[in-house]
Each structure stands twice: as structure tokens, then as C-alpha cells.
């Protein structure tokens, strides 16, 4: 199969990487500058190559078979008279092909070059065994005062209504307050300042609670006509005593 | 270049690309059995006397490596000034004004959640402490600032942080354009996660 | 030892001693931020110019590597880095000497369809990275060469790409539509001089 030492190539078609890589091979059997080929011998060369390998019963793929039909459309307007009204006319259609030839075969070259470098791993070596660089970045992070505060503000426009967490506190309800003053009122026959109706032993913010709620049951209380009230005068104790 | 220069390039070619220190048995395999090699070693050690790489021996077999004296520079400690992230602050602030709060808390909050990364951030800082555990199942831990954060901030207590009703005259609490601020929130989140990771470059 | 030789000294450690290319400012981060590491590169460059260790630029990185002359000496049993394909290696061109470029800007100067595992072996290789979108219909992926690749294939920038002067020059970098125009434009330009001569006579 292979032809005496004529320009057409060895049928072998896995060798190629499709048509325009086949037309490049065989353009490049013309022996002259890609920039000088004929490509109505190009035309031909492929036409004969893909006629061969029909004779040998090889399948061709349908993009070859595309290229050949388009080629030997081209072949045709090339060699009839022109018909001025046609576009692209057939000289453009060749231009264009011998152009996208040179840029395949520009490339294939580069990249023959490009192996053919001196490359790291394989000519050149780095050093066997670095000891190795570390650079341990420590962060000293900084924001003002203001980011801080407008961050606050963001999320709090963001998310409203926000969720607060309240911490549990100990208090005494006003339900709890009125039901222990009603009780030891009973009990206790002089005034009595309102301190003394407190739980023994309250302290902190429970005395303070349990203080304000004793203050507001006691009003109710009065209010209910169960309780009397004396104070000399503002801020100064508080005494409560049963109704007569 | 005489043959002797030859010979000194091909034994420091050899050397400095092999994985292991070379005895001079091992360098001829690679210069050419008939080769000097102590020669060239000692050319070498020549050479590299003083410098920034050194020609060490070690037992019957040769290597470089860096100078002793430049050990130092092969590790360093770089201290960079560096913003908090818009995830970090605003955890920050969430922090300042509920604390002692838990992360689940935070990311109510927030909306959003946080990543480890960025309460790591603000701790790494020295902004932010654990402050024991709420006592609700799952025992979480709760975080509050620290004594360097009102250093930083500028603030003698943390009452002096601008309550809600400041916050609102002084416009910080107009709306903002939120599918742009989430939008903004998850690659923070994530920027946040990968500055964890080169911390440790 | 002057201060100069001892910057010489160090950043000739550091170099030695990185696992990788490293920029001047990686070098500075090791040696001090004032340091004029320039300077200190250029002295080494003339310090290791003919021996077998030889000072390189890659990009914006430098590192040492051995002198490509002494590759005879140095290749190893390992057997070679996987082959590259007929269709990598034209691919990878196409990507050096037009990047960024897209895929389908690739099959057309190749003629034929790329299979993903092409473009995928490069980018495992490091030597391609992609390099954003085209503003084009579709928003294809644009392909890029790295700094892996010119550390790989000894170049000091994309500018020593073999004979890409040379293809510019010729318009074999420019695509088919762009080269098409350019050749009418100069038929033109000469038929207009045969024309002009023709009128003098």
C-alpha cells in the first residue's frame, strides 16, 4: 500500500488527527514554503489518498469524507470559470485554507520546540533535599472601635426583632409579693415598716425585687382597702399596718 | 574551562541534585570512575568556604546545606497587621453587648452561622475568652470579651459601648440592603476558614 | 564581610534552602523587608554564571537549578514523566502562544474536536490554568499557561517562547479571520502599485 516514492503517503489512518492534520502532512510533501503551495494540487493529493483507502476497503471516517466531498467542490471552482456573483469565491476559500495549514503547522512546530527545551525534572534538576523555608504569620488583627459599633448596629437592623437573652434572675413577682404581704399583715397589729415584710436573709438585686413588687402589693392592697399606708413625709420609711 | 573546572560543575550538579549525601564512590558512578573526585570536593569546598551554602561532610559521604550560622532566616515569624473580617467583628460585637453568650446565641443573632474559625479569630486576638458553660443541655460554652478588648477598643468598661437608642441616632441602625449583606456574609465565612488554614504555611 | 556579601549570603540560603521558585518578596520575608534583594540576586547570578549550579528566573520567581549542559550526568533511572500526547503538546502550544484562549479557539487552529482529558492533563501537569470567561455568547472558559510551566520549560517569561517573535511578525498568531483581511487588504495594496506603476509608464 505504500506508493513508490511519489508524494502520496502511507495509508495509515490512525496516524491522523483528522483532515486538516492529513492535508498538512501532504501539503507538507510539496517540498515548498506552506505560503507557496498549490492547493489544487493539495486538492488532488487528498482526493487520491482518500480514493485509496476506499480501494483498500478502509473505513474513513465521515469528517474525511466531508472534507474530500467539500475539496473536490472547491477543486471544481477552482478550475470552471468564475461566476463573479459567488462569495466567498473560490481563491478566498483557498486562502482561507492555506491559511489555517500555516497556523497548524506554526503550532506543531512551536510545540516540537517547546518538548524540546531544556525542561526542569528531566534536564535540569532542583535541589535534591531543601531543607525547606517556613514562614510562620502570627496576625496582630486590628479594627476601631467604630467597626465595632456599626457591626452591632448592622446586625441589629438586620435581625430585628432581635433575641435577648436574659439572663435568670431572681425576683419576686407581684402575684408572690401580694399574697405574702396580705399574709403578714394579719399578723402584725402595730405599723410595721414595709423592710420587714421582706423574706429573712434577701439580699442583692432579690431584697431590691422583692422590695419594688412588696411596694406595689402593699398600694394594691391599700387600694383594696386592706392596708394603710403612713410615710412622715418623701423618702422617708414606709410603715403599713391592717385595716381596722 | 579546564577539565578540573568540568569536573568541579559535574560533582556540584551531582551533589546538590541528589536526594542523599554522596560518598565518593556513588559521585564517580555519576562524573566517570577515572574521575579526582576528592580533588573536585576539595575545589568545592574551596569555593563555598564563607558562603551562604557549605560543602559538609559527614562520615565518608558529602552534601551541601545552608550555612549554620543562616539557619535562622529559614524559619521566620512574621507579625502582619490584619483586618477582622466582617464575620469576626460583627461575632466581636455580638460578644461585647450579650456577653457571657453562647455560639448558638451568636448565630441567633447574627442570623448566620459562624464558623469555629472565626471565634478562633477573635481569641487568637485576645479579644475573647471562654466564660464557663451555660447550664442548659448540652452544657455550651459561653464567651465573653476580655480586659485587651477594652484596651483595644479604647473603652474603660464595657457600659461605655453606645446603647441601642445611640446606635439608632446616630443612623447606624438604618435599614441596609440585605441581599446584599448575605450575599457578602457566606465568602467571609469561608474566607475566614481559609485564613485558619494558611496560618499554618 | 560587608554588609552586601552578607545579604548575598542569606539570600543565597534562602534559595538553597526553599523547596520552590520564590519571589523577591517571599526572599524578603526572610531576609528583611529593606533588603535589596535585587541587588543580591544579580550579584549571584554573575557568582554561579558557568558552574554547575546555575541562579534562574522563572516569571517573577528565581531558584537554583542544576546547568541543563550537565543533564547527561544527572538523568535518573526513574523512568520520564508521563509522555505527553501529540495533541497535549499542540495544545499546550496553542495555549502559550495565544493565551488566554478558549476551547473552542484551540479546536479550530487544531482542525479537530480536543477530548477533555487533553486540556485536563495539562492542568494536572500545572502548566494550565483557566483563566476566565470570554464576553461571548455561551461565556466560554478561557485557558492560561502558569508559572509552573515556565519553571518547567526554563523560560524567563512568555516572551522566550521559541520563535514567538518570529510567528508574530508573520501574522501566525493572529486568527484565520484576522490573516484573511490582512492578505486582501495587502493584494489590494499591491495591485494598487502595479497599478500606480503602470500609470507612469
Known amino acids: ?244 | 574551562m579546564t577539565p578540573q573546572d568540568d569536573l568541579t560543575r559535574a560533582v556540584e550538579a551531582v551533589l546538590f541534585a541528589s536526594e542523599h549525601p554522596l560518598s565518593v564512590d556513588e559521585i564517580r558512578a555519576h562524573v566517570g570512575q577515572e574521575a579526582d573526585v576528592r580533588d573536585a570536593l576539595a575545589r568545592l569546598g574551596e569555593l563555598y568556604a564563607g558562603r551562604g551554602i557549605e560543602l559538609v561532610r559527614r562520615g565518608d559521604r558529602w552534601h551541601f546545606q545552608t550555612a549554620a550560622d543562616l539557619a535562622h532566616l529559614l524559619r521566620r515569624d512574621r507579625e502582619e497587621a490584619r483586618k477582622l473580617s466582617r464575620a469576626g467583628i460583627e461575632t466581636l460585637a455580638i460578644i461585647a453587648y450579650h456577653e457571657p453568650v453562647t455560639r448558638a446565641e451568636i448565630e441567633a443573632i447574627r442570623g448566620v452561622q459562624i464558623s469555629k474559625g472565626t471565634i478562633d479569630v477573635l481569641m487568637e486576638a485576645g479579644w475573647v475568652r471562654p466564660a464557663g458553660r451555660r447550664e442548659v443541655p448540652g452544657r455550651p460554652l459561653m464567651y465573653a470579651t476580655t480586659a485587651g478588648f477594652l484596651t483595644h477598643f479604647g473603652l474603660a468598661s464595657r457600659r461605655d459601648l453606645p446603647g441601642i437608642d445611640d446606635l439608632k441616632a446616630a443612623g447606624l441602625l438604618d435599614p441596609v440592603d440585605l441581599a446584599f449583606e448575605m450575599a457578602g456574609e457566606r465568602e467571609e465565612e469561608a474566607a475566614d476558614q481559609i485564613e485558619t488554614v494558611t496560618d499554618d504555611e
Not at chain 1, 517556613?134 to 467597626?147: F, L, P, S, T, W
Open chain 1, 1 to 244: 500500500m505504500d506508493a513508490d516514492a511519489s508524494d502520496t503517503l502511507k495509508i495509515e489512518l490512525d496516524g491522523w488527527e483528522g483532515p486538516l492534520d492529513l492535508l498538512l502532512a501532504l501539503a507538507r510533501t510539496q517540498k515548498v514554503d506552506l505560503r507557496q503551495i498549490s492547493i489544487l494540487q493539495l486538492v488532488e493529493q487528498y482526493l487520491a489518498f482518500v480514493h485509496e483507502a476506499r480501494a483498500l476497503r478502509l473505513e474513513l471516517a465521515a469528517d474525511y469524507l466531508v472534507m474530500a466531498a467539500w475539496l473536490a467542490y472547491l477543486k471544481s471552482a477552482l478550475l470552471l470559470p468564475r461566476n463573479p456573483e459567488e462569495t466567498p469565491s473560490p481563491e478566498e476559500l483557498a486562502l482561507r485554507l492555506q491559511l489555517r495549514l500555516e497556523r497548524l503547522n506554526a503550532m506543531r512546530e512551536a510545540g516540537a520546540r517547546l518538548v524540546a527545551r531544556d525542561r526542569l525534572g528531566r534536564d535540569t534538576f532542583l535541589r535534591g533535599v531543601p531543607e525547606g523555608l517556613r514562614v510562620v504569620r502570627k496576625g496582630r488583627y486590628q479594627a476601631e472601635i467604630y467597626d465595632l459599633i456599626a457591626a452591632y448596629g448592622r446586625i441589629s437592623a438586620r435581625t430585628r426583632p432581635v433575641m435577648h437573652v436574659v439572663a435568670q434572675r431572681d425576683v419576686m413577682t407581684l402575684e408572690e409579693a401580694i399574697e405574702r404581704v396580705s399574709e403578714l399583715i394579719g399578723a402584725r397589729i402595730e405599723w410595721s415598716s414595709i423592710e420587714s415584710f421582706l423574706p429573712e436573709g434577701a439580699t442583692g438585686t432579690y431584697r431590691k425585687s422583692a422590695l419594688a413588687s412588696s411596694f406595689v402589693a402593699a398600694l394594691e392592697l391599700a387600694r383594696q382597702g386592706r392596708v394603710e399606708i403612713r410615710q412622715k413625709s418623701a423618702f422617708a420609711p414606709l410603715y403599713l399596718k391592717a385595716s381596722a
